[in-house]
């Protein structure tokens, strides 16, 4: 039988090659075979006889199984129950239909090969220093035939409505710490098919990075953490150092970390015997871990509630600092009016947002407007309205001061107070402690089968690369290395891609087309990837020629701001906590950039003037990458009278942010 037409299987074994004939006499099949006279007759519930297949084109489908893609396909035949797949060294194989998977390149659909060819035509314009090989860009996507349809850069070539890629889901651990913004960023990243994590240092990414790979390996899941440079997944793997998890990660990415990663091998695991923990433990500690985790959880909304009325009480208190100042400077005569004192401070404000608007609208309070106030705050005495508009105003600014000042002081006082009842940092100790041992013993379990390590040698990449992740479910390369890290057409389950506002658009897609999930970290609000002007002029010339969204453009997006640009309804998650800089300082920043979305857990321990405003003489003095006025002011360099009456003019202003340990400062220009 032509096996190209026909699957005849026998008894479940595959022998069409060797049927000469087949056919149904008296509800028996009668089978005769190549080179034999002798008709064997079969029972039908031993045959099974397809016909008819559905030829696949090998260039635009590929056939996973166990989630690796099978390699040599020469020939792909769908039999509906059963596939039969011809292989290039001469031989074919038979699998039931649920083993694999078919899928057909994504490049099929005109507006995802339109991109995919822009995005082919700037890797050409690229070059990348870390590597050795000229053109190193361009060369990937020139073997780029095949996209999956279930890879992220599926999604980027044709952007649709993201789907959830995991509706069951389950309680994340965090043996690296959370809080509350790291919690909800972390629970995203394993349900979204894409999420962005955002926020400033100081907000801990990293540490969501961490708690995001652990849950994955727990799961059975392989994890890519990739950036533009090794500085950032070196840092993960420092991380994990330091917990003694670094054995289920290897360090790849250019030729020269790989080589480092294979010939380091010692075919050792660490000591595990003490992370084994039997049934009834792992239970009784999932347990435990979920009744701290409600409690913890309350109480880190207290924390959070706390700090943020700590915010707002310290920027009261500038404000009141300078009303008081404005009072003094202007002379307004003080009045009073003591009912308005029993008036919480929103009503207060209320007052004295809607006198001051009558005021502004018809220069005058009516008599229905004195009749309002008189029900609204008992204002009983009209002759109040005698007195001057900046007067009654500045009644009700300074009581609404005083006011607020004592609600939030009190809302302090009472937060305190239950964060004193609650030993926070020892149970966010203990939650800690417990989802690490839980993990670990996940750990132990998976790689308790083997006594002795295997060493693996370079070319597993490719030629083994199934024993290879289960052994390290966890690559660390750059952006445009990892394609080179496993197999053609191979997916992770999660691309965890750091620092992305540093990642540009060509780089970012390569790895794009190795995963089937990703989160990407980053902050829009820090310096995005640098574009010298030369390439930028280049790349806006090919942009032009596309007709594409402008997400797209090279030179105006990093990978994070083209993704958040391309898809309305993605998931982002801004992590809000912040623990580093003195509070002045990252409090500038809160208010300048981030919409006062921040949440400042550090506190001012009288270091000193954190922040200071200095305003320099009109002109633009920079030369190339230096400005040495800016310099000048900076270091005290120009502090006599005579230079200080130069400088201070009004044209440019530099905000100068001395860190709290002297050692580092940083300067924005508005």
């Not at 899941?221 to 420092?238: D, G, I, P, Q, Y």
């Not at 707002?312 to 208190?317: I, P, V």
């Not at 006082?413 to 993990?439: A, D, G, P, T, V």
Request: aromatic share 12%.
């Amino acid at each position: 039988m032509n096996i190209e037409e026909h699957l005849i299987l026998l008894k479940g074994e595959d022998r069409t090659e060797a049927i000469e004939k087949c056919i149904y006499v008296n509800g028996k099949v009668q089978v005769v075979f190549k080179n034999s006279t002798q008709i064997f007759e079969y029972n039908p519930v031993n045959v099974k006889w397809l016909k008819d297949p559905v030829s696949y084109d090998t260039a635009t489908t590929v056939v996973y199984k166990d989630k690796q893609p099978l390699s040599g396909v020469k020939r792909i035949l769908d039999f509906r129950e059963f596939i039969r797949i011809g292989y290039i060294k001469g031989y074919h194989k038979v699998y039931p239909r649920k083993e694999l998977t078919i899928e057909q390149s994504c490049l099929k659909n005109s507006d995802a090969r339109n991109v995919f060819k822009y995005l082919q035509q700037l890797a050409t314009l690229m070059k990348i220093n870390d590597e050795e090989q000229e053109g190193f860009v361009s060369k990937q996507y020139e073997k780029i035939s095949f996209i999956s349809p279930n890879s992220v850069l599926a999604d980027y070539l044709n952007p649709v409505i993201l789907i959830k890629s995991r509706k069951d889901k389950k309680m994340p651990i965090f043996p690296f710490g959370f809080n509350l913004s790291q919690k909800e960023a972390t629970e995203k990243a394993l349900t979204e098919k894409i999420s962005v994590i955002e926020g400033p240092p100081g907000t801990g990414k990293t540490q969501t990075i961490l708690n995001i790979i652990a849950n994955a390996i727990i799961e059975g899941k392989t994890v890519a953490v990739v950036s533009n440079n090794n500085t950032a997944t070196a840092n993960v793997l420092e991380k994990l150092q330091n917990y003694g998890l670094d054995f289920i990660a290897s360090y790849l990415g250019k030729l020269e970390n790989k080589r480092k990663f294979f010939s380091e091998q010692t075919g050792l695991y660490p000591e595990m015997n003490s992370w084994v923990l039997d049934a009834s433990d792992y239970s009784n500690y999932q347990q435990k871990l979920i009744e701290i985790g409600q409690k913890l959880k309350k109480m880190l909304e207290v924390k959070n509630l706390l700090a943020q009325t700590k915010q707002e009480l310290a920027a009261l208190a500038t404000e009141k600092e300078y009303f008081y100042k404005y009072l003094s400077e202007t002379g307004n005569i003080y009045i009073t009016y003591q009912s308005l004192l029993r008036h919480n401070s929103k009503d207060i404000l209320s007052f004295w947002l809607d006198y001051q608007q009558r005021i502004e609208e018809k220069g005058v309070i009516s008599l229905f407007d004195k009749l309002k106030y008189l029900l609204r705050y008992g204002i009983t005495s009209f002759s109040f309205y005698n007195h001057s508009s900046e007067q009654i105003i500045s009644l009700l600014q300074k009581f609404f001061y005083e006011k607020r000042e004592k609600e939030l002081q009190n809302t302090i006082n009472k937060l305190s107070k239950q964060l004193e009842n609650y030993r926070f940092e020892e149970n966010m100790r203990e939650y800690s402690r417990i989802s690490m041992l839980l993990f670990k013993a996940r750990l132990s379990r998976r790689y308790s089968q083997q006594k002795v390590r295997k060493i693996f040698a370079d070319d597993a990449l490719w030629k083994d690369f199934n024993s290879f992740i289960n052994e390290y479910p966890v690559i660390l390369s750059t952006t445009y290395s990892l394609r080179n890290c496993a197999p053609p057409n191979y997916l992770f389950d999660y691309l965890i891609i750091d620092e992305a506002s540093q990642v540009d658009i060509v780089t970012g897609a390569l790895a794009f087309s190795s995963a089937r999930n990703a989160v990407i970290v980053g902050d829009r609000k820090q310096l995005p990837n640098v574009v010298p002007e030369e390439l930028a002029r280049k790349t806006n010339k090919v942009f032009s020629q596309y007709h594409l969204p402008k997400a797209y453009n090279f030179a105006q997006n990093s990978m994070l701001s083209s993704i958040v640009d391309l898809f309305n309804d993605i998931s982002k998650t801004l992590l809000r906590e912040h623990y580093r800089c003195h509070p002045k300082i990252i409090g500038f920043c809160n208010s300048k950039f981030y919409n006062g979305e921040l949440i400042v857990l550090t506190e001012d321990k009288g270091e000193g003037t954190p922040l200071v405003v200095y305003k320099t003489a009109p002109g633009n003095h920079a030369r190339g990458r230096y400005n040495q006025r800016q310099i000048d002011v900076i270091f005290g360099r120009s502090s006599s009278p005579t230079n200080r009456e130069r400088l201070f003019g009004e044209s440019w202003h530099y905000f100068s942010l001395s860190f709290a340990s002297g050692k580092n400062s940083k300067c924005f220009k508005e």
